[in-house]
């Protein structure tokens, strides 16, 4: 079946740094990725929606300075952390759709920490 | 906007017992429902997909059912193991693309 790979699977940084987070569609090809933020105990929330060679769309309340989402290739998809803080420690989760039909196929997830 | 409620919150059942999952939602016109089973830590695992022209779609020991009219989806699990425990989601397409709003999830417990 389709795998997504994301990357990394944990990380933690100081405040103020950056993170990038990958996520790879590995046997499809993805014309559109999503990103999740959940928090603990609670659902997860779509922050954007990233499709191939454009840009990303942001839900509302999602700062898109902060996270940089890139999706260059079909393949592909990144999202940025930018000088992180301790509030955006959260479960970052990618999902692809893909063909033909309309299942997500979902990363593994990035625990993110920011001390 | 649409809004996703499942209940229970949490659930533990012993071994072998027939487990029932409640998904709501308040707009109708939903493209599609997914469940998926999301283990600690980890990232979701898609368990059925229903078409909003279905009733119904199984796979295995799961059922799950599709009511559009009355915002409802029942995910059923039968002869419950202890490998079924996790957290399940539900969760509705909201537009073409595939953007879906989730359920805050059902965290299951079955116990040997």
């Known amino acids: 079946g389709a795998v997504v790979s994301q990357h990394p699977s944990r990380v933690i940084c100081k405040s103020g740094t950056s993170v990038k987070i990958e996520c790879r569609s590995l046997?499809?090809?993805?014309?559109?990725m999503f990103w999740y933020r959940q928090f603990p105990k609670q659902s997860l929330m779509l922050m954007a929606t990233?499709?191939?060679?454009?840009?990303?769309?942001?839900e509302q309340g999602v700062e898109k300075d902060k996270f940089l989402i890139n999706h260059a290739s079909l393949t592909l998809s990144t999202l940025t952390v930018t000088s992180a803080h301790p509030e955006d420690s959260s479960f970052y989760i990618c999902?692809?759709?893909?063909?033909?039909?309309?299942?997500?196929?979902f990363g593994s997830g990035t625990q993110l920490s920011v001390l | 906007k649409q809004e996703v409620t499942q209940i229970p919150a949490a659930l533990s059942v012993p071994e072998g017992e027939n487990l029932v999952l409640n998904c709501s939602f308040t707009d109708s016109a939903i493209y599609n429902l997914q469940w998926f089973r999301q283990d600690p830590g980890k990232g979701l695992t898609s368990l059925l997909l229903i078409q909003s022209s279905q009733r119904e779609q199984t796979s295995g020991r799961l059922n799950a059912s599709l009511d559009k009219s009355s915002g409802r989806s029942t995910l059923y699990i039968a002869a419950s193991q202890p490998g079924d425990s996790a957290t399940y989601l539900c969760a509705v397409k909201t537009d073409s693309w595939g953007k879906f709003q989730f359920g805050a999830g059902t965290q299951v417990v079955v116990t040997p």
């Open positions: 046997d499809f090809q993805a014309t559109t």
């Open positions: 990233s499709n191939e060679g454009s840009k990303a769309t942001y």
């Open positions: 999902s692809a759709r893909g063909r033909p039909n309309e299942k997500l196929f």
